[in-house]
């Protein structure tokens, strides 16, 4: 029996096709809503912890399957600091360093147990949860804790006025919006042409036709969204946040070396170590940034609610847990992308977004989620079992 | 005539796009120990996983006829009832289990929900006795070698009643006394009228053992030879294996020139990293030339894999003293690999897949791995670049493969080691430490690896290779170093070193003088 190319594109694109199939399902039980322009919006304004968080965790899981649970608890504790500072009326900029900061020394702490000491990482990361689920409620003395600063609401959140404002003041249709959106797509395109001229003349195996289809349609969907989104208010100011996150981490991962030795390091640790490569700081690096990404959900998820609350985030690492792998993280490290994460995230947010429209309740909602990450992970599973 | 007890008949195995058997025929007589060769891949471990069952009925095509009767097994319970036992080449111990826990794991004795623990351990002690093996079977696995591991697993075999027992490569992890060991103790239980089936690589082993040799090329039985009389030799073996004589298995070291001392190690001694009241590298002084193969010969525990990975910026133990030179100035390589690499030293592990190689990355990404930083600018990757060197190594070393995208995992064991050593090439070492570089891999392969190993040499580069299989250390050094329990016992060069005269200085520094 051959591989015949649909299967195999099937089967590398497992996930991209789920999605596409949830959407078009969503698309007919809500009589087209979903696709409504400002459930696009609500979408991304709603699920922004869970992109950042899950880039954070992305590099955690590479590192050999290893989770970081603390990351609900340490959100909230920066975001209960942030709210406070911000009450104090201390300028935006201290209010963000100080969440970031602080997210980054809780990252290096638990990093430097994990890394250093060999302290297994689910141990010191639930040592976390507990402790800074703690001292959120030790910061906000056990109350919510409001932001009435707009400008910081407007900067980093997605609540009501959010967004970016339209410079060309177009009618109905936010101009600024499109134009973005066109501007991303020809830049994508513009690479495509460069690399694949590069290939050609290094004499480097590839294949046009699949790699312009890609380009393609990645374009299309961004202008779609760009125009979708322009129907609406514009864009939401987090957007622009998580787009500069997914970038950064997407180069970072895919063509630098401290990237690659994440993939080094979860493939074979032993090996890596041997080549030269420094394994503790590779584990320490992950938990740092994991800290330092999420002080930064923090930021949006203040941002978002508008206040800080003892009891916000809860959960918020099993969501980006779950986006990992439903996006083809390999649960042993060494395998997944940060495109593998936008499509977890999205699809995860999809399903919540479809099912509230539909008027389900939320306790079927998680149901459904459990059921999809189980299914995600079989999915993955089966494909590797065929292999061998 | 003896018997017939196993027959196999036309036996056919299709995987998802090759045919791993085709038509195969084999025939083994109760109570002869049979040898089954031939190159890796060639069909001996799928014939041996379709025999027991592995492969289930239904998924090949042919007969298996055993004992008089057709059988079709399901699963390895299946055909361990008829008593065909397989033992694998992987030792399927588990370390904090005593050996009579392993012994009967999933074969408990006892009651229902009990188990029998006098029953277990009494009848582990027999069967433990009738391998040679003096210890408790409430010993942990854990604490004893390898060498006794290979005998628990035989003698967990015998406790399923075997009657045609099979062993996979029993000897690929020990080293010559304890082979020979195994090797006698399987000539023992042929007097008891014992049938086996041995597959090995190891064809002095084939020639020493076998009663009759199956060859297996390309899915496919060449022939059997009948060795009833001992009077096969190794190159009649090879012969069937490759299809044509092969008039030399080792390359020609040619324009050897040797220079000045590269890398000299003295008075080098290590803790176990664990337990440092154990000495595992005892005050070793050794010394390599440009341009030079050394040869470090020892049998496996002698401390040879501690001491290379010891002098690679200590990845191994505890440094007690001594004094690492390179080109005649003193260097401390400050406990990291990194280090070490930035001296020049490459250190080429004998465990390609637990120490040496990402399986489940690409060949590209693990040619790059060791010296990443020469492709990258400031920490951006020139991943095109990178590319173009897996494609240079791969044709260099002329590794089989559709790609320099396939993952690692998917090649054969020989083109595996050709990855790691591209690695280490790419890292332009100027000492490379290779621990046994030719482990588990088929003669054509090997011969491939030889040609790349004179042509380091030849290149000016130091090379120390370590290894067990003495014709391989003799053929292919320029000097031999000796090693034995934690010490250098003795150092030649290879004009006067011949295979006596190294076991003799084993043997002589084992008795202490």
């Known amino acids: 029996m051959k591989n015949s190319p649909v299967l195999n594109f099937v089967k590398k694109n497992t996930m991209v096709i789920a999605l596409v199939l949830v ?27 869970v992109f950042v968080l899950a880039t954070g965790m992305l590099l955690c899981i590479l590192t050999g399957g290893n989770i970081d649970l603390s990351v609900g608890s340490v959100v909230c504790f920066t975001m209960g600091i942030g709210a406070l500072i911000l009450k104090s009326g201390a300028p935006i900029i201290l209010a ?22 060999s302290v297994p990482p689910f141990i010191a990361t639930l040592a976390g949860m507990y402790a800074f689920r703690g001292l959120s409620n030790v910061v906000l003395g056990g109350y919510s804790v409001g932001v009435n600063n707009e400008t910081f609401l407007k900067i980093f959140g997605g609540g009501a006025d959010c967004y970016i404002p339209d410079f060309f003041h177009g009618n109905g249709l936010n101009i600024t919006c499109i134009g973005l959106g066109v501007i991303a797509a020809v830049i994508l395109i513009i690479m ?197 | 005539m003896a018997k017939i007890l196993l027959e196999m008949k036309n036996i056919t195995k299709t995987f998802p796009g090759v045919k791993a058997l085709d038509n195969v025929n084999f025939q083994v007589e109760e109570g002869e120990i049979h040898a089954l060769v031939g190159e890796n891949g060639a069909g001996k471990s799928t014939l041996m996983n379709v025999l027991s069952g592995i492969y289930p009925f239904g998924t090949y095509e042919g007969d298996i006829i055993y004992n008089g009767e057709v059988c079709k097994f399901n699963t390895i319970k299946d055909s361990e009832s008829k008593g065909i036992v397989i033992i694998h080449q992987e030792l399927a111990l588990v370390p904090e289990m005593s050996i009579g826990e392993n012994m009967y794991l999933g074969n408990e004795r006892g009651r229902k929900a009990a188990i029998d623990w006098n029953t277990t351990y009494a009848e582990a002690d027999k069967y433990l006795k009738m391998v040679g093996l003096s210890e408790s079977s409430k010993v942990r696995v854990k604490e004893i070698g390898t060498g006794k591991q290979q005998l628990v697993e035989i003698a967990k075999a015998l406790a399923k009643n075997a009657k045609l027992l099979i062993l996979d490569e029993p000897t690929s992890s020990l080293n010559e006394e304890d082979s020979r060991a195994l090797l006698d103790l399987m000539l023992g239980f042929k007097k008891q009228g014992m049938t086996m089936i041995i597959i090995t690589h190891k064809l002095n082993e084939v020639a020493y053992v076998a009663d009759k040799i199956t060859v297996v090329r390309d899915g496919a039985t060449i022939e059997t030879i009948d060795n009833t009389n001992r009077d096969i030799d190794e190159d009649r073996i090879i012969k069937g294996m490759v299809g044509r004589e092969l008039t030399n298995r080792f390359p020609k070291r040619e324009g050897v020139q040797i220079g000045e001392v590269n890398l ?24 390599v030339r440009k341009g030079e193969v050394v040869g470090i010969y020892g049998l496996m525990g002698a401390g040879r894999t501690e001491l290379a990975m010891s002098i690679f910026g200590q990845s191994y133990g505890i440094l007690e003293g001594g004094t690492l030179k390179i080109d005649g100035k003193p260097v401390t390589l400050k406990k990291s690999t990194t280090d070490a690499i930035k001296h020049k030293i490459a250190y080429v592990t004998e465990d390609r897949k637990g120490n040496g190689l990402i399986l489940s990355q690409s060949i590209k990404i693990n040619t790059s791995l060791a010296n990443l930083d020469s492709l990258a600018n400031h920490m951006v990757i020139d991943k095109d670049r990178e590319y173009q060197v897996a494609e240079e190594y791969r044709d260099k070393l002329k590794t089989k493969t559709p790609s320099v995208e396939q993952l690692v995992g998917n090649l054969s064991g020989g083109n595996q080691q050709k990855v790691l050593l591209a690695k280490w090439m790419f890292a332009e070492p100027d000492v490379l430490i290779l621990d046994e570089p030719t482990r588990g891999i088929d003669v054509g392969a090997k011969y491939e690896i030889y040609c790349i190993i004179n042509d380091l040499a030849a290149a000016g580069k130091s090379v120390i290779m370590i290894s067990s299989e003495l014709p391989e250390v003799l053929a292919m050094s320029d000097r031999i170093y000796i090693m034995n329990a934690s010490r250098i016992v003795g150092e030649m060069p290879a004009s006067e070193a011949t295979q006596e005269n190294i076991m003799a200085t084993i043997l002589r520094s084992g008795r202490g003088d």
């Open chain 2, 264 to 287: 000299e190690v003295e008075h080098w001694t290590v803790r176990h990293p664990l337990y440092p009241e154990r000495i595992v590298v005892n005050d070793v002084s050794l010394n």
């Open chain 1, 23 to 49: 959407v078009i399902i969503f698309s007919i039980s809500t009589g087209g809503k979903i696709l409504f322009a400002q459930n696009i919006n609500n979408l991304i304004s709603q699920n922004g912890y």
């Open chain 1, 96 to 117: 963000v360093l100080a969440s970031l900061g602080i997210g980054l020394l809780v990252g290096m702490f638990q990093g430097f147990w994990i890394a250093w000491v």
């Open chain 1, 192 to 388: 495509t042409i460069r690399n694949q001229s590069i290939r050609s003349k290094l004499g480097i195996a590839h294949n046009p036709a699949a790699e312009w289809a890609k380009t393609i349609v990645i374009s299309a969907l961004i202008i779609v969204i760009a125009y979708k989104l322009a129907q609406y208010k514009g864009i939401p100011s987090v957007l622009i946040w998580i787009a500069l996150i997914l970038l950064v981490y997407g180069y970072i991962t895919a063509n630098t070396a401290i990237g690659r030795y994440f993939y080094a390091v979860g493939g074979n640790e032993k090996a890596t170590r041997l080549s030269g490569v420094n394994t503790k700081r590779v584990y320490f690096l992950a938990y740092a940034n994991m800290g330092l990404l999420a002080g930064f959900a923090g930021i949006i998820a203040l941002a978002r609610a508008g206040h800080a609350e003892p009891t916000y985030g809860v959960g918020y690492e099993m969501d980006a847990i779950a986006a990992c792998f439903i996006g083809g993280a390999s649960a042993y490290g060494g395998v997944g992308r940060i495109t593998g994460v936008i499509i977890g995230a999205a699809l995860m947010g999809i399903i919540n977004q479809g099912m509230s429209i539909m008027g389900i309740s939320a306790n079927y909602q998680s149901a459904v989620k459990g059921l999809v990450l189980l299914v995600a992970v079989l999915v993955d599973v089966l494909s590797k079992k065929e292999k061998a």
